[in-house]
């Protein structure tokens, strides 16, 4: 039986399509252009930092540590900025964050290789914004950052379509898998994007972004449809 229930239109697929794009491209990006560093997989950031400092080669650690602490501010800067404006009736507090979002990553394609701390520190303030800002998509509570989660999801809702056959839940899966996907595909684009043109290829996520917004804004609210 469906059921059709009205949310925010940030957790539409109108909107998630484009979020979870940029999030596989700025990771790309940063580990090819940005010495290696990941600007959402902060688990991989965590083991190189550790290794660094096995070897005690405290300057590349720092490559790791800073945005470590840089994806940190990002989920506390979406907590400050959801607190202060929830109750704003004009514009959602997700559009300010993807407006932030997009002005960061404006800022950290134009540095230099000499700069690749500054750059990766921004990208991953902008990954930890979207992280917290954007945690569900069509009902689906997931992260459209990052991908370990939503393959243990998938992978249960697999094994209870399995063992129940209960169609609500190989669709579960499909979602969750849909969003792997696209993920994937955003990494893809992200190394054709850095190898035509360069440190400028991260401009493409503010676009992404842009348009999400530009979606919010069209349409406040969406209707879902979910199986009971």
């Not at 090819?32 to 688990?43: E, I, S, W």
């Not at 069509?138 to 094994?159: D, K, S, V």
Request: glycine share 8%; with cysteine.
């Amino acid at each position: 039986m469906q059921k059709s229930t009205t949310t925010q239109m940030s957790d539409s697929f109108l909107v998630g399509i484009p979020v979870i794009l940029s999030a596989g491209y700025m990771d790309v990006y940063t580990y090819l252009l940005r010495d290696g560093v990941f600007a959402n997989a902060q688990t991989g950031n965590i083991i190189l930092l550790a290794v660094r400092l096995a070897e005690r080669q405290w300057h590349a650690a720092l490559h790791y540590a800073l945005p470590i602490a840089a994806f940190t501010a990002g989920i506390l800067v979406s907590l400050v900025v959801r607190w202060n404006c929830k109750k704003l009736t004009a514009v959602h507090w997700r559009q300010l964050c993807l407006l932030m979002q997009a002005v960061i990553l404006v800022l950290a394609a134009f540095p230099g290789e000499s700069r690749n701390i500054l750059s990766s520190c921004l990208v991953s303030l902008a990954c930890g914004i979207q992280l917290q800002s954007f945690r569900a998509l069509h009902g689906y509570p997931l992260a459209t950052t990052m991908c370990i989660g939503n393959l243990r999801t998938a992978t249960e809702h697999l094994f209870v379509f399995f063992v129940t056959g209960q169609r609500r839940s190989l669709r579960s899966c499909a979602v969750y898998a849909g969003v792997i996907g696209l993920f994937a595909l955003g990494a893809v684009l992200g190394n054709v994007g850095v190898t035509l043109w360069g440190h400028s290829a991260l401009l493409l996520c503010p676009a992404l972004l842009l348009f999400a917004c530009a979606v919010m804004c069209r349409a406040p609210q969406c209707d879902v449809s979910t199986e009971e």
